[in-house]
């Protein structure tokens, strides 16, 4: 039996085709911030930050504070 591609566990941090990791990476790349730059804005860890970019945690809560940070809707994670 093969796993079927559209199996996904509760550990998959993709929704769709949408890397949420890479497209938190982009954006704070695309507004000049370091990874330390995000932390101190939105009031989370490096280590925090890093873990969501390598798309380990995708905590709803973190990912709005993010967002907030970098002055954009949560949204925008999703769409992109």
Same mark, same amino acid.
């Given at each position: 039996?093969?796993?079927?591609?559209?199996?996904? &566990?509760?550990? &998959?941090?993709?929704? #769709?085709?949408?890397?949420?990791? &890479?497209?938190?990476?982009?954006?704070?790349?695309?507004? #000049?911030?370091?990874?330390?730059? *995000? $932390? *101190?804005?939105?009031? *989370?860890? =490096?280590?925090?930050?890093?873990?969501?970019?390598? #798309?380990? &945690?995708?905590?709803? =809560?973190? *990912?709005?504070?993010? $967002?907030? $940070?970098?002055?954009?809707?949560?949204?925008?994670?999703?769409?992109?």
């Amino acid at each position: 039996m093969t796993n079927s591609i559209h199996h996904r &566990d509760a550990f &998959d941090t993709r929704v #769709g085709h949408v890397d949420i990791g &890479d497209t938190v990476r982009r954006f704070r790349e695309a507004v #000049g911030y370091s990874i330390e730059d *995000l $932390a *101190l804005t939105c009031g *989370l860890t =490096g280590a925090e930050i890093t873990r969501i970019e390598q #798309g380990a &945690d995708v905590d709803p =809560g973190r *990912l709005r504070r993010i $967002a907030a $940070a970098l002055q954009m809707p949560t949204s925008m994670f999703l769409l992109n």
